[in-house]
Antibody
């Protein structure tokens, strides 16, 4: 059974940093691209970032480019999102999602999400 | 930037057919994927590549994509289908990124 478990969320002040993690199991993690998708409470989904299986391709939404860094550790079956210079508008549930595509990504499994709240 | 437009809400009586639209410029040239999200839960993939159903998704769920509109159709709607539905595409070329529609709240009357 595929499982994705996010951690690292919490309350953080504007301008500070936070690092999210996603532990994967139930599939060969190193074979698949992985992504982060976020959702402001009560609002829609927003794609944040994605990383290919071998880290050759990394993409970011314009809203986080230059502030967030995605990474992965295939030996540990883990995905990470380093979030710097956080803003109140970054407040959201952050979901880890497995991609089942190579050049056309869609998300066949999702974690339950971790809540990031940016507030003073 | 590429925008996907969905109606905020769709209402349907049990047993009837619900159709949720997703509009985008020449969306017919892209692969469209659909997700269902119930309150307090993570999204679940219900259709990928316009019309393919993942295992475990009932045949009542179908999709179509042509021109500037993709549609998700749910036949014989049940109370358990009430949820938010999102369309999604992946942009390629010089700007790789995912794009979601704004979501449609399906209400079963």
């Amino acid at each position: 059974e595929v499982q994705l478990v996010e951690s690292g969320g919490g309350l953080v002040q504007p301008g500070r940093s936070l690092r999210l993690s996603c532990e994967a199991s139930g599939f060969t993690f190193s074979n698949f691209a992985m992504h982060w998708v976020r959702q402001t409470p009560g609002k829609g989904l927003e794609w944040v970032s994605g990383i290919s299986w071998n880290t050759d391709t990394i993409d970011y939404a314009d809203s986080v480019k230059g502030r967030f860094t995605i990474s992965r550790d295939n030996a540990q079956n883990s995905l990470h999102l380093q979030m710097n210079s956080l803003r109140p508008e970054d407040t959201a549930f952050y979901y880890c999602a497995k991609s089942n595509g190579i050049d056309d990504h869609y998300f066949d499994y999702w974690g339950r999400g971790t809540l990031v709240t940016v507030s003073s | 930037s590429y925008v996907l437009t969905q109606p905020p809400s769709v209402s349907v009586a049990p047993g009837k057919t619900a159709t949720i639209a997703c509009g985008g410029n020449d969306i017919g040239s892209k692969n469209v994927h659909w997700y269902r999200q119930k309150p307090g839960q993570a999204p679940v993939l219900v259709i990928h590549h316009d019309s393919d159903r993942p295992s475990g998704i009932p045949e009542r769920f179908s999709g179509f994509n042509s021109g500037n509109t993709a549609t998700l159709t749910i036949s014989r709607v049940e109370a358990g289908d009430e949820a938010d539905y999102y369309c999604q595409v992946w942009l390629t070329g010089s700007d790789h990124r995912g794009v979601f529609g704004g979501g449609t709240k399906l209400t079963v009357l």
